[in-house]
């Protein structure tokens, strides 16, 4: 019976089906996230329906000489990747006594602290682990006054249309390759820091010109550096955090105490480096650490970046 279920046909439907509109609504999350986390282990998956996938990831694991099992390494790589979009979304319309069973949080006081001082703060995601559960996470628990930088076409996706209506976050809304919208994004986010609130934005975001070039595990990687260029022109603080995957579908909401912003004797742009340089070091550390939680396309790129000198 499995081994007929398992066929590319039969694999592609229930993938249509967890994306639509109904599979949100009757798959249980529970049961959904075993469902992944089991086909992600099977050879089906490893040797045929993600055979395009993996080499890349094998090439990554080479390149950073990760010694890990790969076997291990690429079920959990599938697994992190595979319908992250209807993880993120189902994940939210669970009731709080569910929501509370499966979401648990660490480093909470580091944000807790800083949005106490009324300054605004800049909450740095990345794509690294569950980042579009980042979205509905500060509405569900209670703060309205979150806002999400995200390119025109997030809404259209499935991590941000099938999100609970009163989890949804407020959106900044970016057109690609306009310089003149993004000064309008960062001139109504600065805003939204400094009545206090909080805003969202990925700070290892690959799109538009990067601020500085930092060496990143063996090679050369641009940053942007709009997080930061926030947090000075506002006063707000720079929270840095990782939603990181646990077993039978849980999840950790991993805060970092916030960011360095440098001292008055300093210039602007060392600032901004300083900052940069931070966000940098703790990203590589993760990535090091847990290779298998990096986002797929960035795996990509990052094979395909040159080597530092």
């Known amino acids: 019976m499995i081994k007929f279920l398992l066929k590319r046909r039969n694999v592609r439907k229930a993938t249509d089906f967890f994306n639509s509109d109904k599979g949100l609504k009757v798959i249980p999350y529970g049961w959904g996230s075993r469902l992944i986390s089991w086909f992600c282990a099977t050879d ?4 045929e329906f993600f055979k395009k996938r993996l080499p890349a990831f094998n090439e990554f694991l080479e390149q950073i000489k990760d010694k890990q099992d790969k076997r291990r390494a690429a079920t959990e790589f599938l697994t992190v990747n595979f319908l992250h979009g209807w993880r993120t979304s189902s994940l939210t319309h669970l009731g709080n006594r569910a929501y509370r069973k499966y979401v648990k949080f660490s480093g909470l006081d580091h944000f807790l602290k800083q949005y106490s001082l009324g300054k605004g703060v800049v909450v740095i995601g990345s794509h690294f682990g569950f980042p579009g559960f980042s979205l509905s ?5 209670g703060y309205r006054d ?3 930088i995200l390119g025109e076409k997030g809404p259209e996706t499935m991590k941000f249309s099938g999100i609970r209506a009163d989890s949804r976050p407020n959106l900044l809304l970016v057109k690609r390759g306009s310089s003149s919208d993004m000064f309008r994004i960062l001139m109504k986010a600065r805003e939204v820091l400094e009545s206090g609130g909080i805003l969202h934005i990925l700070g290892d975001g690959q799109h538009g010109r990067s601020s500085f070039s930092l060496p990143f595990l063996g090679k050369m990687r641009g940053f942007r550096a709009s997080f930061a260029e926030l947090a000075l022109s506002s006063g707000a603080a720079l929270v840095p ?3 990181l995957p646990l077993k039978k579908g849980k999840v950790l909401v991993e805060f ?3 960011l360095d912003c440098g001292n008055d004797a300093m210039e602007h742009e060392e600032k901004l480096k300083l900052i940069v340089q931070q966000y940098a070091a703790l990203l590589e ?6 290779p298998q939680y990096v986002n797929g396309g960035f795996v990509d790129v990052h094979i395909r970046q040159v080597e530092a000198g």
């Not at 550390?285 to 847990?290: A, G, L, V």
Request: overall charge positive; hydrophobic content about 45%.
């Open 44 to 47: 089906f998956a490893h040797d």
């Open 137 to 141: 996470l500060f509405p569900r628990i």
């Open 146 to 148: 979150f806002y999400s």
């Open 241 to 243: 955090v990782f939603i």
């Open 256 to 258: 970092h105490e916030a």
């Open 285 to 290: 550390r993760k990535w090091r650490k847990k």
